[in-house]
């Protein structure tokens, strides 16, 4: 191995050499020798020589290209330079970055290599927290809507990574979607437009579909479909929403898995800027309380890898050939050095002895050390070679900080993972309402809803609401990305009453406060980590019986005789009975009235109650008993 080579004091250079086509990048004063030509980087640190496979796998965001993020190590017009050198094109800039689309692997490797470019980093981004309405009725939004709420006067963003065929999108206007004079289209996605790709590079519609649930609720509203790919150009999204579009509400069904996970990362900032401009952000909690573990680096047993608690020596993970394998390890106080980290493999074998190679690039499955927008321990979506049970070890390299470790991963893990605190980002965002998911038809909160409380220890999420309701197609959309958008729908309705009232802070914040105080709470009395402050709803009236029905009935002692109950309800009643004396009676609902039949000749004659029992679909329930005399 070559010697490291000092860096000039007076021009701050590093020397390159090439050999027979390969970049050997020797770096003065940080320890790190890379040959790139080969699949192993060789780094080495005062405890010895370290071998780690590198992953040449990337997300490619077009045929032959990666995208990257670069840093200027000095003049950003040099940085730019070397750029145009290894053959990359610069889509945008932003905070001081280039957000660059280089030819290959190789053209990533060389531009991280040149002096004038700080560091070299793929961009973070956005995983889809998965989609219907439907769920309106299960908020008493249905109830506000026969009030003539309809969202009127609002803006109301959707933003998302990829809203798919924009000739579906137009087709959908004025049926679906709100008629094209409602809408305004933007995109930041410099390399698929307004289409977009979800975050294995796949066509989706995943935005068309949040924008469905919003409109279902709020018709009335302005809307503006708003995409990204990269985490710069979520940022750029956003302030574009904030400072010129000027968004009432946004509702974005994604989730970032880049540490830290407390309220205090760059994307959960950016959300708590844009509530203090009076935006009210909605966002899915995330789909990852089955995709996290947690907890400090124990190897008690000295084999180099994390002792997974009750499982062994790495996370078991049973995969189909089609899964794409990606996951993201964070710690606090983590540096880009290189020498002191923690690092990412999937095995064959718990013992890590042989590492599973990506059959498309030939190159391990591992993790790369990114840096923006934090310094993070990534997987990137590899392909399998097969299906099988595979292991993914955490190992330890050097002397990184030994503060807790954040896991996620985008499957499940299948033992070993902690459900507890399992909001990523920016669903930890103070600022920020985080919505989880309940099924629409049978209550149950679902299993993949993230759980808080975040590592700050706040309630997360905030409110829980329904999903898996039918879109246009006849297609079912569930996970926590359908939740959001009925949250934000339900916001709209609620909002004219709240900005009515005299009362001091931003109408946005009053609102949030609004939809916390009139959940439903179930699971544990108070906030708690699955519902947060429980199912969301909009109306809180019960079912109640007709006025001119409270005085009762008086029947003759023979013979059958028709009971009907007429009842006031806002919303949409969905069961109902009545009883008498306690003896449930067979009973229909027709339309608000709850209707039945009754043998007088069963009962004695006098004094005898029935029983009123009715429930709409938020939940509301009520119990009323009226007299009912049968005479001699």
């Not at 999108?169 to 709100?178: I, V």
């Not at 180099?304 to 964070?330: E, I, K, M, W, Y």
């Not at 309705?493 to 914040?509: H, K, R």
Request: aromatic share 6%; proline share 8%; net charge negative.
């Amino acid at each position: 191995m070559p010697p490291p080579v000092g860096r000039g004091p007076a021009t701050g250079a590093r020397r390159r050499e090439r050999h027979a086509g390969t970049l050997v990048v020797m770096h003065g004063g940080d320890g790190i020798v890379r040959r790139w030509g080969s699949v192993w980087a060789v780094a080495t640190c005062l405890a010895g020589v370290v071998l780690w496979p590198v992953s040449a796998s990337a997300a490619a965001p077009s045929a032959g290209g990666v995208q990257v993020i670069v840093d200027a190590a000095g003049d950003p017009r040099r940085a730019l330079e070397a750029v145009r050198e290894v053959g990359g094109d610069v889509q945008t800039t932003a905070d001081g970055r280039l957000q660059v689309v280089v030819p290959d692997v190789e053209a990533e490797r060389a531009l991280g290599a040149d002096p004038d470019v700080a560091a070299v980093s793929r961009p973070a981004v956005a995983m889809g927290d998965a989609v219907v309405s439907e769920g309106g009725r299960r908020m008493g939004a249905d109830g506000l809507a026969r009030q003539g709420r309809d969202g009127s006067g609002l803006r109301i963003a959707v933003l998302d990574l990829a809203f798919g065929n924009v000739a579906a999108l137009d087709a959908l206007s004025g049926t679906e979607l709100p008629p094209l004079e409602r809408q305004v289209r933007r995109s930041f996605d410099r390399t698929w437009g307004l289409s977009g790709r979800d975050f294995n590079g796949v066509t989706s519609n995943h935005g068309e579909r949040v924008a469905e649930i919003t409109y279902d609720l709020a018709p009335g509203a302005e809307y503006a479909f708003v995409n990204y790919h990269t985490h710069l150009e979520w940022g750029q999204a956003v302030d574009w929403l904030v400072d010129e579009w000027h968004a009432d509400i946004v509702v974005h069904s994604n989730s970032f898995l880049v540490g830290p996970y407390d309220g205090t990362g760059w994307f959960a900032r950016r959300v708590d800027a844009a509530a203090a401009a009076g935006v009210l952000w909605i966002n899915s909690v995330g789909n990852y309380r089955e995709r996290h573990w947690e907890g400090r680096y124990v190897d008690a047993n000295g084999d180099g890898g994390l002792d997974v608690p009750g499982v062994g020596d790495a996370f078991p993970q049973t995969l189909l050939a089609t899964n794409r394998p990606a996951c993201t390890l964070s710690w606090p106080g983590a540096r880009a050095d290189g020498r002191n980290l923690y690092r990412l493999g999937l095995f064959h074998d718990a013992a890590g002895a042989t590492p599973v190679v990506d059959p498309r690039t030939g190159q391990p499955i591992v993790s790369r050390l990114e840096t923006d927008p934090a310094v993070r321990a990534e997987i990137p979506p590899g392909r399998l070679p097969s299906a099988g049970t595979f292991h993914l070890r955490v190992e330890r390299v050097g002397a990184p900080p030994d503060g807790p470790l954040t896991l996620f991963c985008r499957h499940p893990l299948a033992a070993g993972g902690t459900t507890a605190s399992s909001v990523p980002t920016p669903g930890d965002a103070a600022g920020g309402v985080a919505v989880g998911s309940f099924h629409r038809l049978t209550w149950v909160v679902q299993p993949y809803s993230s759980e808080g409380p975040t590592d700050d220890g706040r309630v997360k999420p905030d409110l829980t609401a329904p999903s898996h309701g039918l879109v246009s197609g006849g297609a079912t959309f569930g996970g926590t990305s359908g939740a959001a958008p009925h949250l934000a729908g339900a916001a709209a309705l609620v909002w004219p009453d709240v900005a009515g009232e005299a009362a001091a802070g931003p109408v946005a914040a009053r609102v949030a406060e609004r939809l916390r105080v009139l959940a439903r709470d179930v699971e544990t009395p108070g906030p708690d980590g699955r519902t947060g402050h429980g199912f969301a709803r909009v109306d809180v009236a019960p079912p109640r019986v007709e006025p001119a029905a409270l005085s009762g009935f008086r029947l003759p002692a023979t013979g059958l005789h028709p009971l009907r109950v007429p009842l006031v309800e806002a919303g949409t009643l969905e069961h109902g009975g009545l009883s008498v004396d306690g003896v449930a009676l067979a009973t229909r609902m027709e339309g608000s009235t709850l209707t039945a039949e009754l043998d007088a000749g069963l009962l004695t004659p006098g004094a005898h109650t029935l029983q009123v029992a009715a429930a709409d679909w938020a939940a509301n329930a009520s119990t009323t008993d009226l007299p009912l005399q049968v005479d001699a």
